[in-house]
């Protein structure tokens, strides 16, 4: 990472963090992939039920397999061996006691900005498990929230598509058109203002750039 970009990184996450805390979320700044890991790690009781949603930066932080070999009981989607499978462990984990995410966007005052297709990650973040740890990269941090909403739907969501099957119009162009085709991930967008209950979402910010 370029070094005024990590310069900025950590000017800014503290500021975030505070923001974040002040929006009664548990918020946390950390330099790298891997501390951040081992902190998500540490915020989950051992014999927890754990899932989680579609995320590049779960994937990146190779946490689920640390959870594979922990002391969990995992609603493991993927190593479903059927999709009906998949979507009933889909189902379980919005009653986990604890879900992971990243999220597509945050504002530097402190909301997280989420899309999805199917819902699943939306509605784990807004109700269901009883804690939520967000992991996301600085690179996700916006100026204000209307840019954190454009972030969400112009440049996560077209990345996001990649990982389904379907004819949205961003798969050809990588320009997010809006669109309402059913083969969109964008069925729903949610700002998360605050946490309901205090501290009940957590976010860890990574000063990495992990560039998704
Ligand atoms: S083109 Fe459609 S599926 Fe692609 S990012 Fe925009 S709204 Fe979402």
């Known amino acids: 990472m370029h070094e005024f970009v990590q310069k900025r990184n ?35 009781p051992a014999g927890s039920s754990v899932g989680w949603g579609g995320s590049m930066t779960l994937d990146a932080l ?15 989607r993927d190593l479903a061996k059927s999709p009906d499978e998949r979507v009933e462990l889909m189902r379980g984990a919005l009653t986990a006691d604890v879900f992971l995410m990243s999220s597509n966007a945050i504002s530097a005052d402190g909301q997280l900005v989420n899309i999805d297709g199917n819902g699943n990650r939306l509605a784990a973040l807004i109700y269901g498990p009883k804690a939520v740890i967000v992991i996301a990269g600085m690179n996700k941090i916006e100026a204000t929230l209307d840019l ?11 990345i996001n598509t990649g990982r389904f099957p379907g ?19 964008c069925a729903t967008v949610a700002v998360t203002r605050f946490s309901k209950p205090a501290n009940r979402v957590k976010v860890i910010l990574i000063n990495e750039n992990l560039g998704f």
């Open 10 to 44: 950590e000017k800014l996450a503290p500021i975030v963090v505070a923001n974040l805390k002040r929006h009664f979320f548990d918020a946390y700044s950390c330099a790298t992939s891997a501390e951040a890991k081992i902190l998500a790690l540490s915020l989950i």
């Open 148 to 158: 954190a909403l454009e972030r969400a739907q112009t440049v996560a969501a077209p």
């Open 167 to 185: 004819k949205s119009p961003c798969r050809t162009t990588g320009v997010c058109a809006r669109c309402f085709s059913e083969d969109s991930v």
């Open 62 to 76: 190779g946490i689920k397999d640390d959870l594979r070999a922990g002391d969990y009981r995992l609603f493991d």
